[in-house]
C-alpha cells in the first residue's frame, strides 16, 4: 500500500527508472516539442492565424470610426430596422460593431478579397462567432482588433454571439454576404 | 488541546478526533452542494434540450450561473478540504494543526457559499461564474466567493501546519507518501491561485460598490483565469492522488517508481500557473508569441505530467495484479479486476475518461490557432465536463464508497445499486461530454438559451446534426443527472441508515507509522521487476487517439476562412 505510506526505499530519488518509463516520458516530452512547433509553423506556413494586431480604444472612438465608415460604403438597407448593408471596399477596411445585441452593421464582402475587419464592443464581452464557418473570436470592450480576413466562399454568413451578454444574448445575431 | 485517536478495525487507518470531525463536516457540505448543483444540471440541460427548453431566458442565466458556482467551486472545493485532511492527519497518523482555524475556515467557505446563492438567486447576479467585467453582479456576490477563497486559504494553511506537526512529532519517518505528496502539490497550487484571485476579486468588490471606477475587461480575463485555470490543477491534482490512493488500498499497489510519479506532481506545480493564456487564445489583446509560449511551453510540460501519471497508475495497478498472479496474456489483469466494486470502477473510468476525452480535448482546445474553431462553443463546456466531472467528480465519488466505512462507520446501503452507479454516471456524463463536443465542433454556443435566434433580426438554421448532438445532449444529460442523484441518494443514505460498524480502539496518543523496512516491503510486493505490457498498449492506444485528433483539427482548421 505504499502510496499511502511513506516510500519504503528511504532514498527513493536513487531508485532507477524503468526502461519503459523511460520511454513513455521521452514520448509524451517529444510530442509536447512537436506541438508546440506545430503552432510556430503555422504561424509561418499556415493560412489561419489570429491577427495580432489591436488597439485601446473607447466605445466612443470607434462608434465614430465605424459611423464614418457606414456613412461612406452603404449600399442599401435591410429588415425592418433598416440595418445598412455596407460593402467594404475590396482589399479594405472594415468595422463592425459589437453592443446590446446587434452586431452592426451588415457586411458585404468579396470572395478571395483580403479584408481587414476591425472588432470593438461597446458594452459588456460579445463573441464573434461566424456561422457555419465556425470561427470564434472574442470581442473586449476597450480593445479594438484588426482580423485580417479572406473569405473562400460565396453565401450568406451568421454572427452569433457566443459570450454571454445578458437577457437579449440569443437574439444577438448578424450578418456578412460574400459575393 | 487534548484529542484522541482510532485505529479503524478495517482498514487500519488512524483519525483524530478533530480532523475526523472537519472531514464529515466538509465532506457533507459538499454533497449538500454537489445536490444544489444537481438541481440546477437538470433545469440546466432541460432548458438546452431544444425539444423541451424549460427555462425562461433570465431564469436559465440564473440557474446557469448557479450551476457554474455550486459545482465548479462548492462542491468540489469543500470536497477538497477533506481530501487535504485526510491526506495530512490521517495519513500521517498525527493531530490536526489549529482545528479551531479549520472550523473558521469551514465557516467562512459555508457562509460565503450561501451569501453568493443569495446574490444569485436574488436575480441580480446572472453574470456567470467568470463574471467577466463589465457585466456586473450584486457586491454581496463578489463578497460570498471572497469569504469561500478566504476559508480555502486558511484551511490549506492547517494542511501545511499539519505536515509540520506530523514531522515534529515524528510520526513517520522518511519521505511523504505519494498521496500526501499529491495534496501537497494541490495546496501549493491553491496558495498561488487564491493569491493570484485575491488580486482580481478586491479591485471587483469594490467597483461593485463604487468606489473603483472601471476594471480593464482584458486585464480582468487576464488575471481571473489566472485564478480559474490554475485552480483546475488543484483539482487534476488532487483527483491524481484519489487514484494514486485507490489503487494503494484495492490493490497494494506500489507506484512503478517513486521518483517519476513525484516528479510528474512537480511538474503541475512549475508549470501550470500561467496557462490562464489557453482561455485568452481568441482574445484581442495578447500577442501570438505570448500565446504560443504560455500555452506551449508552460503547458506542455503539464500535458507531459498527466501522460506520465495517465501511465504510472494504470501500470501500478498492472504491477500489483501480475504480483498476484494474473500473468496471462496482455488484459487478464484488468479482466480480473474488481469491477463490481464502486471504488475501483468509479476510479477507473475516471482514469480513461479524463485521459482519453478530457486530457486530448483539453490540449486540442489550448492550441494557439485551433482554439478560434471551439472557442465560447459547446465545445468547452463538453471537454470540461470529461474533466472536472468524470476526472475529479467521479473520482470523488468513488473514493466516498471507501470513505463512508472506514470515516462514517456505516456501511453502504443497497450494495446493488453501489455498483451500477459510477457506470451509469460515468459512462453517461461521458457520453454526455463527448455529444457536447460534437455540438460545438458544429459551432452550436455555449450559455446560450435559444438555438432559433427568438427576436433575431435574421434567421440562421444550425445543421441537423447540430440539433440531433443537442437532442442526445439532453438525453445524456438526464441520465447523468440520475446517476448523480443516485450516489447523493446512497450516500445520505447510508448516513442515515446504514448498517453502524464498530469505530475499533480508541487511545489518547497517535500510534506512529511503523518503520517500513525493505524487507518488509520486498515480502509485500516482492522485490523484482514486474513488466507491465498491457499498460504500454493502453498508453499506445491514448497516443495514437491524441495524434490522430489532433490533427484532423488541423486539417479542419485549413478548410475555414483565411485569417491572418
Ligand atoms: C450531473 C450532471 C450534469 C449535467 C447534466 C451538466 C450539464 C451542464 C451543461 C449542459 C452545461 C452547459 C450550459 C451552457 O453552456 O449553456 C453545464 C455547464 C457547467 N457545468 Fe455542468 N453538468 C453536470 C454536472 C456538473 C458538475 C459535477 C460540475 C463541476 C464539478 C459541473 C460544472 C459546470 C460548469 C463550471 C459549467 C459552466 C457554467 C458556465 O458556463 O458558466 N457540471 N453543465
Ligand atoms: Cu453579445
Ligand atoms: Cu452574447
Redesign the interface.
Known amino acids: 500500500m505504499s502510496a499511502i505510506l511513506p516510500p519504503s526505499e528511504r532514498l527513493w530519488w536513487k531508485q532507477p527508472i524503468d526502461k519503459v518509463e523511460w520511454a513513455w516520458i521521452a514520448i509524451a516530452f517529444v510530442w509536447g516539442m512537436v506541438m508546440f512547433v506545430m503552432m510556430i509553423y503555422w504561424h509561418i506556413y499556415g493560412k489561419q492565424n489570429l491577427s495580432n494586431e489591436a488597439y485601446k480604444t473607447t466605445p466612443e472612438m470607434f462608434a465614430a470610426k465605424a459611423e464614418k465608415f457606414i456613412a461612406e460604403n452603404t449600399i442599401r438597407t435591410e429588415t425592418e430596422q433598416q440595418i445598412p448593408v455596407v460593402k467594404v471596399p475590396a482589399n479594405g477596411e472594415g468595422y463592425l460593431i459589437a453592443r446590446l445585441w446587434a452586431w452592426y452593421p451588415i457586411l458585404e464582402l468579396e470572395k478571395g478579397k483580403t479584408y481587414k475587419i476591425h472588432l470593438s464592443s461597446m458594452d459588456y464581452n460579445h463573441g464573434f462567432s461566424l456561422q457555419p464557418v465556425n470561427i470564434n473570436i472574442q470581442v473586449i470592450p476597450g480593445y479594438e482588433h484588426v482580423v485580417k480576413m479572406t473569405p473562400t466562399k460565396e453565401g450568406t454568413y451568421a454572427i452569433v454571439c457566443n459570450e454571454y451578454c445578458g437577457i437579449g444574448h440569443h437574439s444577438m445575431l448578424g450578418r456578412i454576404y460574400v459575393k | 488541546m487534548a484529542t484522541t485517536y482510532r485505529t479503524c478495525p478495517v482498514s487500519g487507518l488512524q483519525f483524530e478526533d478533530q480532523a475526523e470531525k472537519l472531514m464529515r463536516w466538509n465532506a457533507v457540505a459538499g454533497v449538500l452542494w454537489l445536490l444544489v448543483g444537481g438541481i440546477t444540471a437538470l433545469l440546466v440541460i432541460l432548458t438546452r434540450w431544444p425539444a423541451i427548453k424549460l427555462l425562461p431566458?433570465?431564469q436559465f442565466?440564473l440557474i446557469l450561473t448557479a450551476h457554474g458556482i455550486d459545482m465548479l467551486i462548492l462542491w468540489i472545493l469543500f470536497f477538497e478540504m477533506a481530501v487535504l485532511y485526510f491526506a495530512s492527519s490521517t495519513?500521517l497518523r498525527c493531530r490536526l494543526a489549529a482545528p479551531k482555524v479549520a472550523w473558521l475556515a469551514f465557516w467562512l467557505m459555508a457562509i460565503g457559499g450561501i451569501v453568493t446563492n443569495i446574490a444569485v438567486f436574488q436575480g441580480e447576479s446572472s453574470v456567470?461564474f467568470t463574471s467577466?467585467v463589465?457585466?456586473q453582479a450584486a457586491w454581496h456576490f463578489y463578497l460570498g466567493i471572497i469569504l469561500v477563497a478566504v476559508g480555502a486559504l486558511l484551511g490549506v494553511a492547517v494542511f501545511f501546519g499539519t505536515l509540520v506537526v506530523a514531522k515534529r512529532e515524528k510520526t513517520?519517518?522518511?519521505?511523504?507518501?505519494?498521496?500526501t505528496f499529491g495534496a501537497l502539490t494541490a495546496a501549493i497550487i491553491a496558495t498561488f491561485t487564491i493569491l493570484a484571485g485575491a488580486g482580481i476579486l478586491l479591485p471587483t468588490l469594490l467597483w461593485s460598490l463604487g468606489i473603483l471606477k472601471e476594471i480593464?475587461?482584458?486585464l480582468y480575463?487576464m488575471v481571473w483565469w489566472g485564478l480559474g485555470h490554475s485552480s483546475q490543477q488543484i483539482n487534476v491534482s488532487a483527483h491524481v492522488a484519489v487514484w494514486?490512493?485507490i489503487?494503494?488500498?484495492v490493490f497494494?499497489?506500489?507506484?512503478?517508481?517513486?521518483?517519476?510519479s513525484r516528479f510528474a506532481f512537480l511538474l503541475y506545480i512549475l508549470f501550470l500557473q500561467l496557462a490562464s493564456a489557453h482561455h485568452?487564445?481568441?482574445?484581442?489583446?495578447m500577442?501570438?508569441e505570448w500565446k504560443?509560449l504560455n500555452?506551449?511551453?508552460f503547458m506542455?510540460?503539464a500535458?507531459?505530467a498527466s501522460?506520465?501519471h495517465g501511465?504510472?497508475v494504470p501500470?501500478?495497478i498492472e504491477a500489483a495484479q501480475r504480483r498476484k498472479g494474473y500473468t496471462n496474456g496482455l488484459f487478464e489483469w484488468l479482466r480480473k479486476a474488481p469491477w463490481g466494486n464502486p471504488v475501483f470502477s468509479g476510479m477507473f473510468i475516471s482514469l480513461v475518461s479524463f485521459g482519453f476525452l478530457g486530457g486530448i480535448s483539453g490540449?486540442v482546445l489550448g492550441?494557439?490557432?485551433i482554439n478560434?474553431?471551439?472557442?465560447?462553443?459547446f465545445y468547452v463546456p463538453g471537454h470540461f465536463h470529461t474533466t472536472v466531472v468524470t476526472g475529479t467528480t467521479l473520482a470523488f465519488m468513488a473514493v466516498t464508497y471507501l470513505l463512508v466505512p472506514v470515516l462514517f462507520r456505516r456501511e453502504m446501503i443497497l450494495p446493488k445499486l453501489c455498483q451500477i452507479q459510477p457506470y451509469l454516471f460515468g459512462i453517461s456524463m461521458s457520453v454526455l461530454g463527448l455529444v457536447m463536443m460534437g455540438a460545438g465542433?458544429?459551432?452550436v454556443?455555449?450559455?446560450?438559451?435559444?438555438m432559433a435566434?427568438?427576436?433575431?433580426?435574421?434567421q440562421?438554421e444550425?445543421?441537423g446534426a447540430a440539433y440531433l448532438m443537442m437532442g442526445l445532449t439532453g438525453i445524456f444529460g438526464v441520465i447523468a443527472v440520475i446517476g448523480g442523484g443516485l450516489w447523493i441518494l446512497l450516500v445520505v443514505g447510508s448516513l442515515l441508515f446504514g448498517k453502524k460498524l464498530d469505530g475499533g480502539k480508541v487511545s489518547d496518543r497517535p500510534t506512529p507509522?511503523p518503520v517500513?523496512?525493505?524487507a518488509?516491503?520486498a515480502a509485500a510486493?516482492g522485490s523484482e521487476?514486474v513488466?507491465?505490457p498491457g499498460t504500454?498498449v493502453l498508453?499506445l492506444l491514448l497516443?495514437v487517439s491524441?495524434?490522430l485528433y489532433?490533427f484532423v483539427n488541423?486539417k479542419y482548421?485549413?478548410e475555414?476562412?483565411?485569417?491572418?
Open positions: 431566458a433570465d442565466y495519513l456567470m467577466y463589465p457585466m513517520y519517518q522518511g519521505s511523504l507518501p505519494l498521496v480593464d475587461a482584458q480575463r494514486y490512493l489503487a494503494a488500498v497494494g499497489a506500489k507506484p512503478l517508481s517513486e521518483k517519476v485568452l487564445l481568441s482574445d484581442p489583446g500577442s501570438a504560443v500555452t506551449s511551453y506542455y510540460f500535458v507531459m501522460m506520465i501511465f504510472t501500470g501500478a490540449v492550441t494557439e490557432q478560434m474553431l471551439m472557442h465560447n462553443t465542433t458544429l459551432g454556443s455555449r450559455r446560450h438559451w435559444d435566434f427568438s427576436g433575431a433580426p435574421f440562421y444550425w445543421p507509522i517500513n523496512t525493505q518488509a516491503s510486493h521487476h513488466a507491465v504500454v498508453a497516443f491524441f495524434v489532433y488541423w482548421l485549413s475555414v476562412w483565411l485569417l491572418s
